[in-house]
């Protein structure tokens, strides 16, 4: 009988300790986060790290994407993906594979907040022959600092701007946007973005001139794995159906 307790009381142990750190949401979060919803932050993957990030989003879209801890500063990543890829429709496949390269220039103290300068050629959504460009524009060039402090658990802060080369619409401004981030608990982390979308606000370009304000919840699993379910364009910028208002976002990270 008491052996047959003993079984009970691990199998129950063993599920509570792997929710317990080893993703990046939550106080015992052990990776650093590299994204708020769709902006970079100025999180890296450890050197001799791999990470295997899949996202899911309307009209059965998937993106896959794989990145490497070179150096202790320096990562790449690449991905690919398409629209229609689950379901019964015609998958149509991006043109081109994007790529993700990160420096991180100086490191988080005290005093000062991490930076990382980079390119995402990784837009979002479906990919636009018509206008050569993502529903969502990707980064492209990006100067981004992330700031951590210790609140109630921790509580981050991240401000960035960008220039993105997907100007076939005509707009071609530099762009700013701004996150929080905030963990409940030891597995959760809430995250919010605001992306003022100034390279996407004219009379050809899809959007309005109200920003994306984008909000996510994330679970650390353990075992590397955090999942995380994403409520994007809160205000209503894009037209209606031309967004995903709800995506799932799968991460995997692995040290080699």
């Known amino acids: 009988m008491m052996k047959h307790k003993n079984a009970v009381t691990i199998l129950l142990?063993?599920?509570?300790?792997?929710?317990?750190?080893q993703g990046s949401a939550g106080s015992r979060g052990t990776l650093e986060p590299r994204f708020l919803v769709d902006m970079p932050t100025a999180g890296m993957i450890d050197k001799g790290s791999l990470c295997l990030d899949v996202d899911v989003y309307q009209a059965g879209g998937v993106l896959l994407g794989l990145s490497w801890g070179v150096l202790d500063r320096f990562s790449l990543g690449i991905s690919y993906g398409g629209?229609?890829?689950?379901?019964?429709?015609?998958?149509?496949?991006n043109p081109l594979?994007?790529?993700?390269?990160?420096?991180?220039?100086?490191?988080?103290s005290t005093?000062?907040?991490?930076?990382?300068?980079?390119?995402?050629?990784?837009?979002h959504d479906a990919y636009l022959s018509s206008v050569d460009r993502y529903?969502?524009?990707?980064?492209?060039?990006?100067?981004?600092?992330?700031?951590?402090?210790?609140f109630l658990g921790y509580l981050s802060l991240h401000g960035g701007a960008n220039y993105s080369f997907e100007t076939a619409d005509g707009d071609k401004d530099p762009n700013y946007y701004c996150g929080i981030e905030k963990t409940i608990g030891p597995t959760i982390s809430l995250v919010a973005e605001y992306n003022a979308g100034l390279n996407d606000n004219d009379q050809q370009a899809l959007a309005r001139e109200r920003g994306y304000l984008n909000a996510g919840i994330r679970w650390s699993l353990g075992a590397g794995v955090t999942v995380s379910l994403n409520f994007r364009d809160l205000v209503r910028n894009a037209p209606e159906g031309s967004v995903s208002r709800r995506t799932i976002h799968l991460e995997y990270s692995k040290t080699l």
């Open 13 to 21: 142990l063993v599920p509570i300790t792997m929710t317990f750190g």
């Open 111 to 123: 005093s000062f907040p991490a930076l990382v300068i980079g390119f995402s050629s990784q837009g």
């Open 97 to 108: 594979p994007a790529v993700d390269a990160r420096i991180r220039l100086a490191e988080e």
């Open 83 to 93: 629209s229609g890829l689950i379901g019964s429709d015609t998958p149509s496949w």
């Open 135 to 150: 529903t969502i524009k990707s980064p492209g060039a990006f100067l981004v600092v992330s700031k951590n402090y210790s």
